[in-house]
């Protein structure tokens, strides 16, 4: 049995190594795990920028469509397009549409931007979290090595 209380310093020793090492690997993994976050979010805000400009195209599509008809309803009703009540109506159904547009546009803008900055925040979290494990593993080894100096040093 005394061999045994031979490497019970060296078991130890290896212990507070294994936990540092522990914490620096449970860092790197959060910090990748944020990682692999930022980057479905800045996917998710590149989505949502194409999805506002498929919108903004459809709300113009539509706004022409709409003067179309009304041209149509005019020319059938016997007006004329340089009519100045039809040439309002036409310059609202266009405006209008533009608006819509550029709503879509500004909606798909602001919802990219509040997802790059959650991507940053999931960046920088990463970060933080893998420093947090390597000072744990420093504070392990420290307290370890502290701990084996009183049981073991001289």
Do not use: C
């Amino acid at each position: 049995m005394a061999w045994f209380a031979a490497v019970v310093p060296y078991i130890s020793a290896a212990s507070t190594a294994l936990a540092a090492q522990q914490s620096i690997a449970q860092g790197k993994t959060q910090e990748a795990v944020a990682e692999v976050t930022a980057m479905q979010r800045a996917e998710d805000a590149k989505a949502a920028q194409a999805e506002a400009q498929r919108e903004a195209q459809i709300e113009r599509k539509k706004a022409r469509n709409l003067m179309s008809r009304a041209r149509a309803v005019s020319a059938a009703s016997g007006g004329g397009t340089s009519d100045p009540s039809v040439q309002n109506i036409l310059t609202d159904i266009e405006t209008q549409g533009e608006v819509n547009a550029l709503n879509a546009l500004y909606s798909g803008n602001t919802e990219a931007r509040g997802l790059r900055g959650g991507a940053a925040v999931a960046r920088s979290e990463g970060r933080a979290r893998r420093r947090a494990g390597n000072m744990n593993a420093a504070s392990t080894a420290l307290s370890g090595a502290a701990s084996w100096h009183e049981k073991y040093g001289t």
